[in-house]
Protein backbone atom coordinates (compact mmCIF):
# COMPACT_ATOMS: atom_id res chain seq x y z
CA UNK A 1 0.00 0.00 0.00
CA UNK A 2 1.15 3.63 -0.65
CA UNK A 3 -0.05 6.72 0.96
CA UNK A 4 0.21 9.97 -0.38
CA UNK A 5 2.79 11.76 1.52
CA UNK A 6 4.02 15.43 1.87
CA UNK A 7 7.81 15.69 2.25
CA UNK A 8 9.28 18.89 3.95
CA UNK A 9 12.83 20.06 4.61
CA UNK A 10 13.97 21.80 7.82
CA UNK A 11 17.43 23.92 8.50
CA UNK A 12 18.64 21.91 10.26
CA UNK A 13 20.77 25.30 12.33
CA UNK A 14 17.64 27.26 12.39
CA UNK A 15 15.42 24.66 13.79
CA UNK A 16 18.02 24.25 16.37
CA UNK A 17 17.86 28.19 17.25
CA UNK A 18 13.91 27.78 16.93
CA UNK A 19 13.94 24.94 19.67
CA UNK A 20 16.47 26.85 21.79
CA UNK A 21 14.58 30.06 21.97
CA UNK A 22 11.15 27.91 22.90
CA UNK A 23 11.59 24.33 24.32
CA UNK A 24 8.28 23.19 24.44
CA UNK A 25 7.26 23.93 21.28
CA UNK A 26 10.14 22.32 20.13
CA UNK A 27 9.20 19.09 22.27
CA UNK A 28 5.80 19.15 20.66
CA UNK A 29 7.11 18.88 17.32
CA UNK A 30 9.57 16.38 17.81
CA UNK A 31 6.77 13.93 19.61
CA UNK A 32 3.95 14.91 16.73
CA UNK A 33 6.86 13.90 14.48
CA UNK A 34 7.09 10.78 16.54
CA UNK A 35 3.57 9.99 16.25
CA UNK A 36 3.57 10.50 12.86
CA UNK A 37 6.41 8.16 11.55
CA UNK A 38 6.78 5.30 14.03
CA UNK A 39 3.82 3.64 13.34
CA UNK A 40 5.16 3.76 9.22
CA UNK A 41 8.57 2.36 10.51
CA UNK A 42 6.86 -0.51 12.58
CA UNK A 43 4.91 -1.46 9.68
CA UNK A 44 7.60 -1.02 7.23
CA UNK A 45 9.80 -3.65 9.42
CA UNK A 46 7.06 -5.77 9.72
CA UNK A 47 6.31 -6.11 6.61
CA UNK A 48 10.00 -6.68 5.55
CA UNK A 49 10.17 -9.85 7.91
CA UNK A 50 6.49 -11.01 6.71
CA UNK A 51 8.68 -11.00 2.91
CA UNK A 52 11.61 -12.74 4.00
CA UNK A 53 10.06 -15.74 5.55
Known amino acids: M ?18 D ?8 VVQNANRAVSPRLRFTKAREIDCNR
Open 21 to 28: ENTVMCYR
Open 2 to 19: VEKAKVIAIDTNEFQSLC
